[in-house]
């Protein structure tokens, strides 16, 4: 077993901020393809709905299929930059480039449209993922301490949501500036790629300048290498793996059917130009960095998991709510924003501290290290759930009639449209908790076993008492 430090200490604020830059080349690019490639490839490239699910089902699920091979590359590879930066500094420039080519003012017939897009989206998610993984993986390298994740993860969760707003109402105001100008709307998207994407390629530069040095060091040249196959049997074994796992994956359904459909809604059931709805995301990143310290705070007194099922709780019962009630005007708009970002924004803040949490338990019980292959395959699962969303959108607004190339909709295209912002979201939100509940580390637990791996890494006898759970 390689043997590694422990670090349990207080993070600074360069070292937190450095890291959680870093985002921005995660979030950026991910928003804008979650909120926008769909309707860009109905209502600007003029792909037909169940067509355009299709590319994103193909594409993300190559994506989810290759993670683990990036997280187990990552574990094993050796260079006197470590494990991780490298394959950072290689993802993010392409990622960067592929998705000006996604927005490329491009004109297609007949089948090439569908085939163009669905390369140029495999390109992207594969340079996504090649940076994505192994910096997830060098944030549970950072530190090993309980609460410091959470504060971690508490500064990625602000540049996340700064990133968000970029992402979403930065296109908005590109466009509205565009129209006035006497532009195509092609020729907007074009822009916004252009301009995001470098802002999103920046974080990554920066992260990966300032995060030199801060990843664990082996202390002796061996390492166990296990296959894949064998690395998820070993890694399924472990309960909170197990349980973080299926939660990703049913969150991410969820939030891929509400990202895509949410432009929907804006643009055909309550009319918003493009300017309101930059206002609108503005207003979205305000509620979403308010969120972000209160989640923190309510984390670390009562724990992850009963944070969770709380925030998802509001989530869930205001999503059935406005599924009856319907999203009718801004105001409601901006209230079910409010319910549903409790549970969103609770996830990407929380869920990712958790799943740091599963790497000191894998150790203890395998003794092994492997943040890159429990990345890769929680990434895995948040991909497989988008891709599986994003084709479940298409599929509903195909079956429900929507038609990007009219201006008004059909009343049942309409309805569609609101379920898939409410309801259906809301199934996959419960799932999604149901995992969650069944989560078994908590802070006393954690600590136990931190001390635990430290008498393991010792060579001293060390008690297993009260990790039945974990197995």
Same mark, same amino acid.
């Given at each position: 077993?390689?043997?590694?430090?422990?670090?349990?200490? /207080?993070?600074?604020?360069?070292?937190? &901020?450095?890291?959680?830059?870093?985002?921005?080349?995660?979030?950026?690019?991910?928003?804008?393809?979650?909120?926008?490639?769909?309707?860009?490839?109905?209502?600007? &490239?003029?792909?037909? *709905?169940?067509?355009?699910?299709?590319?994103?089902?193909?594409?993300?699920?190559?994506?989810?299929?290759?993670? *683990?091979?990036?997280?187990?590359?990552?574990?094993? %590879?050796?260079?006197?930059?470590?494990?991780?930066?490298?394959?950072?500094?290689?993802?993010?420039?392409?990622?960067?480039?592929?998705?000006?080519?996604?927005?490329?003012?491009?004109?297609? @017939?007949?089948?090439?449209?569908?085939?163009?897009?669905?390369?140029?989206? +495999?390109?992207? %998610?594969?340079?996504? /993922?090649?940076?994505?993984?192994?910096?997830?993986?060098?944030?549970?390298?950072?530190?090993?301490?309980?609460?410091?994740?959470?504060?971690?993860?508490?500064?990625?969760?602000?540049?996340?949501? =700064?990133?968000?707003?970029?992402?979403? &109402?930065?296109?908005?105001?590109?466009?509205?500036?565009?129209?006035?100008?006497?532009?195509?709307?092609?020729?907007? %998207?074009?822009? @916004?790629?252009? =301009?995001? !994407?470098?802002?999103?390629?920046?974080?990554?530069?920066?992260?990966?300048?300032?995060?030199?040095?801060?990843?664990? =060091?082996?202390?002796?040249?061996?390492?166990?290498?296990?296959?894949?196959?064998?690395?998820?049997?070993?890694?399924?074994?472990?309960?909170?793996?197990?349980?973080?796992?299926?939660?990703?994956?049913?969150?991410?359904?969820?939030?891929?059917?509400?990202?895509?459909?949410?432009?929907?809604?804006?643009?055909?059931?309550?009319?918003?130009?493009?300017?309101?709805?930059?206002?609108?995301?503005?207003?979205?990143?305000?509620?979403?960095? +308010?969120?972000?310290?209160? +989640?923190?705070?309510?984390?670390?007194?009562?724990?992850?998991?009963?944070?969770?099922?709380?925030?998802?709780?509001?989530?869930?019962?205001?999503?059935?709510?406005?599924?009856?009630?319907?999203?009718?005007?801004?105001?409601?708009? =901006?209230?079910?924003?409010?319910?549903?970002?409790?549970?969103?924004?609770?996830? %990407?803040?929380? !869920?990712?501290?958790?799943?740091?949490?599963?790497?000191? &338990?894998?150790?203890?019980?395998?003794?092994?290290?492997?943040?890159?292959?429990?990345?890769?395959?929680?990434?895995?699962?948040?991909?497989?759930?988008?891709?599986?969303?994003?084709?479940?959108?298409?599929?509903?607004?195909?079956?429900?009639?929507?038609? !990007?190339?009219?201006?008004?909709?059909?009343?049942?295209?309409?309805?569609?449209?609101?379920?898939?912002?409410?309801?259906?979201?809301?199934?996959?939100?419960?799932?999604?908790?149901?995992?969650?509940?069944?989560?078994?580390?908590?802070? /006393?637990?954690?600590?136990?076993? +931190? /001390?635990?791996?430290?008498?393991?890494?010792?060579?001293?006898?060390?008690?297993?008492? !009260?990790?039945?759970?974990?197995?």
């Amino acid at each position: 077993m390689s043997e590694l430090a422990i670090r349990t200490g /207080k993070l600074s604020f360069k070292e937190k &901020a450095s890291y959680g830059i870093g985002i921005f080349s995660d979030s950026i690019p991910f928003n804008i393809i979650c909120l926008y490639f769909l309707y860009y490839m109905t209502d600007v &490239a003029g792909i037909n *709905p169940a067509l355009a699910g299709t590319i994103s089902l193909i594409a993300i699920t190559w994506d989810a299929i290759t993670d *683990p091979i990036v997280g187990y590359l990552s574990d094993n %590879w050796k260079s006197k930059n470590g494990r991780r930066r490298p394959f950072m500094i290689v993802g993010a420039i392409p990622e960067y480039l592929v998705l000006m080519l996604i927005f490329a003012p491009f004109t297609f @017939s007949g089948n090439s449209g569908f085939a163009y897009y669905l390369i140029v989206a +495999i390109l992207f %998610w594969t340079a996504y /993922k090649t940076y994505v993984i192994p910096y997830t993986a060098l944030g549970a390298e950072i530190t090993q301490d309980f609460n410091e994740r959470n504060s971690l993860r508490s500064y990625c969760g602000i540049f996340i949501y =700064i990133a968000v707003w970029i992402a979403s &109402a930065g296109p908005m105001a590109i466009m509205d500036r565009v129209f006035a100008y006497g532009g195509t709307e092609k020729m907007s %998207w074009s822009i @916004s790629a252009a =301009i995001f !994407g470098a802002v999103g390629l920046i974080g990554a530069l920066t992260c990966w300048r300032f995060t030199r040095g801060k990843e664990l =060091i082996e202390n002796n040249e061996e390492r166990i290498k296990t296959n894949l196959y064998k690395n998820f049997v070993e890694l399924y074994k472990i309960k909170p793996f197990r349980m973080i796992f299926f939660a990703t994956l049913f969150f991410c359904i969820n939030f891929s059917i509400a990202s895509a459909a949410f432009v929907y809604l804006m643009s055909n059931n309550l009319g918003l130009d493009a300017g309101v709805q930059a206002t609108y995301w503005t207003l979205n990143t305000v509620i979403s960095l +308010i969120y972000v310290p209160v +989640i923190t705070f309510v984390a670390n007194r009562i724990g992850k998991k009963y944070a969770f099922i709380c925030f998802f709780l509001i989530g869930i019962i205001g999503s059935l709510t406005f599924a009856v009630i319907g999203i009718n005007d801004f105001s409601s708009l =901006i209230i079910f924003t409010i319910v549903w970002n409790a549970a969103n924004i609770c996830f %990407w803040t929380t !869920g990712f501290s958790m799943i740091y949490d599963c790497c000191e &338990a894998d150790e203890l019980i395998n003794g092994e290290r492997r943040e890159g292959a429990i990345s890769g395959f929680t990434s895995f699962a948040q991909k497989f759930g988008s891709a599986f969303g994003l084709w479940l959108s298409g599929v509903i607004l195909s079956f429900t009639g929507y038609n !990007g190339e009219v201006i008004e909709q059909t009343e049942s295209a309409l309805k569609g449209i609101n379920l898939l912002n409410t309801l259906v979201p809301a199934i996959f939100m419960l799932i999604a908790l149901a995992f969650i509940i069944r989560y078994p580390l908590n802070a /006393k637990n954690f600590e136990a076993l +931190i /001390k635990a791996l430290e008498l393991k890494r010792e060579g001293k006898e060390y008690s297993t008492e !009260g990790f039945e759970k974990l197995v």
